[in-house]
């Protein structure tokens, strides 16, 4: 079966995010992430010391061993700066990424980010525009949230945008039978321990899902 690569704009939006579906499909095909930026503008809730950015590469780095991830490539660009000035270099950089691989599925975020986040959003739309510009990627998965997950929130940034009705999910992933390496994964983020004790409180509501819109 051919690859499937993932694109992300932050470290520890692979385990946070649709980390089950990544850990089902490494079973089965190759799979590569694309890491955008380097998240040096978060907040560091570990006794690690050295530079943030770093300290989070390390941890994206283990948690996507336990996904069964092949390889990450980081592209390097600083958290919180992916304006429109950045978007066609930044496509270019994934493209060139991708060749070699030519991967069958791109699996990002749906167009909102899911959560809001800027960086997601670009994310999702430069990917979107690279999926449009290669032939040989024949699906590209927007991961999402429902509307039940999204009533569960509170909060996070400035408007966190409505999750999808379960009648316009395109597929519904069932994670149960990798639950325990999501989470596994998403405890070797520990400098984002902040974030991970609401997301595991979240989680302990919800089925064992995660959504996708898929453009084909």
Known sequence: MKPLVAVFAHPDDE??????????????????????????????????TKELGQIRK????????????????????KDGTLCNNLYHEIAEKIE???????????????????SGHIDHMAVSMITSYVFERSD??????????????????KQYFIYFPPGYKKADVDKVVNVSAVWE?????????????????PIMQSLAKRPKEEYFLILK
């Open 58 to 77: 390390e941890e994206m780095l283990a948690s996507t061993k336990i996904l069964g991830v092949k390889k990450v490539f980081f592209l390097g660009y």
């Open 15 to 48: 385990a946070f995010g649709p980390g089950g579906t990544l850990a089902k499909f490494a079973k089965k095909r190759d799979v590569y992430i694309i890491c955008v930026t380097n998240g040096d503008a978060g907040q560091n809730s570990s006794k690690k």
């Open 96 to 114: 060139k990424s991708i060749k070699p691989l030519q991967p069958e599925i791109l699996l990002t975020f749906e167009p909102r980010g899911v």
């Open 181 to 197: 390496t999501k989470v596994s994964a998403m405890h070797k983020h520990e400098s984002q321990q902040h974030d991970i004790d």
């Open 136 to 153: 040989f990627v024949k699906q590209l998965w927007y991961y999402c949230a429902s509307n039940s997950v999204r009533n569960q929130q």
